[in-house]
């Protein structure tokens, strides 16, 4: 074997010179290109106070929205005035047990109401207040005395989970929250799930078991007699009316629909500009340049912001949505497709071109196969990412999944609403991600 | 003239879907009574149906205060405020309320001096405009009265982040009526007390604008003078023909719908007016 | 001289099934490709009605109106003219702030897309089994929309550019890894073979034989993205999320009498992405061909 | 019938077909070869109209051709059907459509945007298709086949045209031997039973002398050598390649031995 | 020094490589030739590691190497070099740090992956290149080079092993001939001079005679022809390509003629 140490010197001086040369730039560059982006980061960080958010990270509001995704709350309401009682689930009119069917955990006897918050922790409501037990504590007593509340806990301090003024009381702890006030007494239970999902309060399916539901569909007796129990389930369902599924189906559909229409109009139109703006299929170099610069200034108007131009014109509905998004696209497709012009392989019209073929049909034969498969693929990769745009686009027309999302979100209370958007609309772009993906090996494997 | 359709554009906190519902029989019975198709429309963004009042495709709406305003101050022309709700005292609008940890010793707008202070957004009436406004008379221009004037984007985010601390100080709407520890009878305090966002102990009010109206039920001018009496006189009298349609569409109890002008919002106009000179 | 072409005998007539089976096809295909252009037409039109018929205003009654609002801003901008250097200059801190939020997020975003690809690519993963877990994953990070990411994050971290710069980038690590891993399943093989015969270990054949060939085209997407993101920051700005969206908003909320502020801060924002624009066309050209 | 008179063209600066001259009078099979760059492709390419000459006349049949525009270079080029190295089929349509493209001037450009094409041209392609014996592919997009059938369908598509004259540019040179075989076979029988005139640059000598009529030599644009095979020397192929002598042939011929005999001795000889 | 005991490779139901066995005692130069498909390829994958086996054993001086995984593996791998029909190099790179990869199992994952090559690593690197003449070539890149060149490169590559065998995947069918016999010099010459040993898949037979002290044939997975150059009969090897008599191979050889009597005569025949 011949020596191959490092001692003789190379035969190529300047080669080596040349090359151990680079090797020591290169050295420096990998090292100076993730130092200079760290250090951007760093900038970034300090930009942007990243050491102050944890002290102002709200972990409770975390918890509150954790919780209030997977969870629901039941109020159990005492009007101190009237005495009327109420247990809604979330507290909303829609969420109202009928008398006479409320929960295990609510019994009601003549004046006095026993809410069982369960582990020990029971509520009292009675003619003279109201009762809180709580386990390894003791009892909260509550009365009322002219314009005042009288507050009666055990021995101590009071600890912060009550919260007390004379005008108000509230305690909070593990089993619920209870607040008094001179107007009424509330307590609320949490709980996992999501209970009127299916069925509001007031439907006689409700809180029934799958096999009751699938008893009573098949064979049961009628329980509203003018119509069989399957179809009064499909539209108890459907016209639900704390989660509107009915509704939240239909916006599903006119979201995509913009998406559709938004996307495909775009295609069509770009199609030809995009012809006009490639460089080898465009002599008019003039045309060509003021062409880029209009699909530039489209694309860079966002689409929300086309949006409002055009509600002016055409009002709030899915139509100025699906226009909205037309526009942006028109831009971006018009950009892409004629980059995609530019890049096609000449053999291929010249092959065409050879036979005496004219312009159009050199277009239709050598440049228009090609680039279709590329086309299509865009078009298709659009389709899914303007489904999620056309969430955000529908909330400002007015129209589809996009709006109901962001008005759950600005609520801040129906955060079970916001999981369950949330959860349809991944499913929706992934449904429409793996649609346009088939579509895509389809059409560009067949035809 | 004839008209073909006819649109209502509605705005409001509630989620689209329930406001919707809450209106669906107020546009059974306009359907019915002017005898063409009726649409409603609940953009989540004021700017949707301020724009379709403008561009003339909506026909009808409930608008804030400030939307109004908005709207009068773009084209004086376009539409005509005609009725606005009445609460069950009697009164015609609400209030932006002041206020500010009970534990932070503000007690009044004057103690929040160098103080941080939220409003809710821009556009609101109750949340900005008129308590920007009202405030700037007592003590002066804001930005030096306070140490940093915020907007929260919403009178919930208000009141969440003046309990959290991140506040000193803010503003957001409620009816007046009731005990403050319930959060008043309604408004954004009531909400928030409601689902546990804040415990009402733990904040108290320092300060109250004057009563600031309801938001009119505007209609386009351009409209056929036959079918603005016949869509003014059916909400008019919504409370006594169909209470519970009534209670829908005032969004809670309600006394009555009553007729406005554009006089009542004179206050507004100006309000908006003094802020854009102040910009 | 042998005729391998053309066998034995030359005057062969035409196998008459073969022309007829093609003759079908044709007919075949014509009625099919008839069928699919019927279908999406109807499609189209059909679905543009039902969208019509939902909205407000009709497309032929509005469009004659589509330049009233452009007008209007613009010609109180005109009137107001004087006032748009002041308010540009007034606005670059928070075009900064965007910039920052996109530059950030596009850069984590890609890092993540950029290992997310190649363990996700067939012929190049490192644990072929898991791809599958891979590409869930992006795809959710892909389908939730930023503005959902951003408006939770707000409620938990308060508003500011961090909430945004999250979403943005959770959103472009779903995105841009899945065009990354159809890059790199394009990738020549080749290379990574001949490295991985010297014994190298998969870290070593991914940065010295696959992310060489893909370079170019990552970067290029990762450039159109950090364009896409200035977008998306500052339409996050819009709910609350800082930066110079939130101004925007505020402006163009308010309506008449600040459109000269709307036009400014438009102004702006449509500048740098044209900017970005050209400097990423510029250095996509050059990687591609240098 | 086929003249060509002080042909040029500029590149740059450069000549890439330099002042060429040469005169076809029957429908012969005619072979260019010379080096890479020496400017076969621009030739034929300026023939068939694809490239533009700087100077010089082309006369086909008396009618000067290099001046035509529009539709009549378009309906000249329909006359010359042209083979490439690399095929230049569009490889996602099917077989038949790709043959049938060599009619696209002369049907309507309506109708043939929707690739409407009538059934007898259809049985037509298919008829060429058969005699080249890949009848059978018909309905397989072109990209799936091999690049001898591949080739072939090229040449269909030429003959579709119906043309006077094949320009071919190194048809066999992406083509294994198997496949270049078959392909010249193929262009050969053409030139010799339609009496179709076929110029082919080739890369080769040897392919040259077995299937031309006429071979011309190019070198740096200008031709050094017009004759017979039979004339084609190893001196003038050295000079028409510009290879030197070390170069050993044998090492890397991929023939299959004709008679191992000769293998042993060879083999001998190599081992020793 | 090498021992193969009944190493099967099977691909669906199909076995590529069938139950093969041979040893070889010394660091010999050995040629494995066959038609395409007979699993040549395969078979040097499995050497290399590149492809698994299904079955058998494979002993490089008494160690079984088939059966190691993980850091091992690598390690086989890194003494054991492979040259790839189409270079395998990383196309971007410059030619200098593709002979350096020849070192990536034996120097740290992370220094490499900052480019943190010694001093010494970069010096050899450019000797072997030099070696094998294309030292000018190293800061070039690597997809700037001929083919000739690349493939230089990879056996530089290949060398920068420092490996016991070598191991070549039909190192010359995607060059010309003139490259060709140079890439095979410089294996030949590896062999004798290193005493490495160098295990070579060819396709053609005049390459195998030429350069192998062992051939062995292939056909369908199984060898069907183990022996020296000498005894490589015109019989074993149409037995071995399963070609018949008509196919011709002097009309596609891409030699330049040595003897122009000879192409006269030829040609005269050929024409006749
Ligand atoms: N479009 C062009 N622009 C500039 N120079 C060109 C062009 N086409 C060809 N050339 C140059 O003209 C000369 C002749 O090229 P041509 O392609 O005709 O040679 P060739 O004999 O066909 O070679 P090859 O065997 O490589 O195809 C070459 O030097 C080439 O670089
Ligand atoms: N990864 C694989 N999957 C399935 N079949 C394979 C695979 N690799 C090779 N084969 C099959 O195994 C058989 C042998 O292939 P191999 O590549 O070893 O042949 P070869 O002798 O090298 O031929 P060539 O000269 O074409 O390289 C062939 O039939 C091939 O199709
Ligand atoms: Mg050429
Ligand atoms: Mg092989």
Known sequence: MTGMTASPPPLFPPVADTVIARFRRRRMLSFAVPLAILAYLLYAAMAFDVAGLAARAKMDNAKVLLADFWSHKTHVTRDNRSGRLTVAIEGEAKGLYPQGRLPGWVTVAGEVTTIDLGGGHVVTYDAAGARYAVPDYGIIDIRPQGDRLVLTTPEGALPDWINASDRRVSVTTAGGRFAYTRSKVETFRYAAGWPAFFFTPDSPFFGKSWTQLAGLALWGERLDPSRPNVAAMASGFLNNAMWQHGAVFWAMFETILMAFLGTFGAAILALPLGFMAARNMMPFGALRFGLRRVFDFIRGVDGLIWTIVLARAFGPGPMTGALAMLLTDTGSFGKMFSEALENIDEKQVEGVRSTGADSLQRARFGVIPQVMPVLLSQVLYFLESNTRSATVIGAIVGGGIGLMLTQAIQTQKDWEDVAWYIVLIVLMVMAMDSLSGWLRRKLIRGS | QEITQFNLGIMGGENAQDRMNSNECYRAAIEAELGVPVKVFTPADYDGVIQGLLGGSLDMAWLGASGYAKIFLTDPEAVEPVLTKQNMDGSTGYYAIGFARADSGIATIEDARGKSFAFAEPNSTSGYLVPGAELQEIVGPLADFFSDVRFSGGHEQSIVGVANGDFDAGVAWADGLGDWEDGYNSGAFRKAADAGLVDMNDITEIWRSKLIPEGPMVVRKALPQEVRDKIIQLTADLHETDRDCAYGVAHGEAMDFVPITHDAYEGIVAARKLEEASS | MADIAHGTNPARPLPGDTSAAYLALVRRRRLYGGIILLVFALAMISGFRLAEDRNAGGFLNGLPLVLDFPSEVLSEAWDKRANLPGLILRHLPSLVETLNIAAVSTLLGGMAAMVLALLSTRGLARWPRLTGLFRRLMDGARAIPEIVIALVLIYILGGGPVPAAVAIAIHTAGALGKLFSEVAENADLKPVEGLQSVGASWMQRMWLGVVPQVAPNWLSYALLRFEINVRASAILGFVGAGGIGYDLKIAMQWGQGRYDLVVAIFLLLFLTIVAIDRLSDHARNRLVKG | ?272
Not at chain 4, 104 to 132: G, H, Y
Request: glycine share 6%; with cysteine.
């Open chain 4, 1 to 272: 019938m086929l003249e060509v008179r002080n042909v040029t063209r500029i590149f740059g600066n450069r000549p890439a077909v330099d002042n060429i001259s040469f005169t076809i009078d029957r429908p012969a099979f005619v072979g260019i070869i010379g080096r890479s760059g020496a400017g076969k492709s621009t030739f034929l390419r300026m023939m068939n109209r694809l490239t533009d000459a700087s100077a010089g006349r082309i006369l086909v049949e008396g009618r000067e051709i290099l001046g035509l525009t529009g539709a009549a270079r378009r309906a000249w080029q329909s006359q010359c059907a042209m083979i490439f190295q690399q095929f230049n089929l569009v490889p996602r349509m099917d077989v038949a459509s790709n043959v049938l493209h060599g009619l696209l001037n002369r049907r309507s450009t309506l109708a043939t945007m929707f690739n409407l094409w009538p059934q007898t041209d259809i049985l037509r392609a298919l008829q060429i298709l058969d005699r080249l014996g890949i009848a059978e592919q018909a309905p397989k997009r072109a990209e799936a086949l091999s690049g001898g059938q591949q080739q072939r369908v090229a040449i269909a598509r030429a003959l579709m045209q119906d043309p006077k004259i094949i320009l071919a540019d190194e048809p066999i040179a992406s083509l294994d031997p198997m496949n270049a075989q078959i392909v010249m076979d193929t262009l050969r029988r053409i030139n010799l039973e339609d009496g179709r005139m076929v110029i082919a640059n080739l890369h080769t000598l040897d392919t040259a002398r077995r299937y031309c009529d006429r071979v011309i030599g190019m070198r740096d644009g200008r031709i050094v050598f017009d004759g017979t095979p039979e004339q084609l020397s190893t001196g003038v192929a050295r000079d028409i390649y510009g290879a030197d002598e070390s170069f050993n042939e044998a090492a890397t011929s991929t023939a299959i031995p004709a008679d191992s005999a000769a293998d042993a001795a060879y083999a001998a000889r190599m081992l020793a």
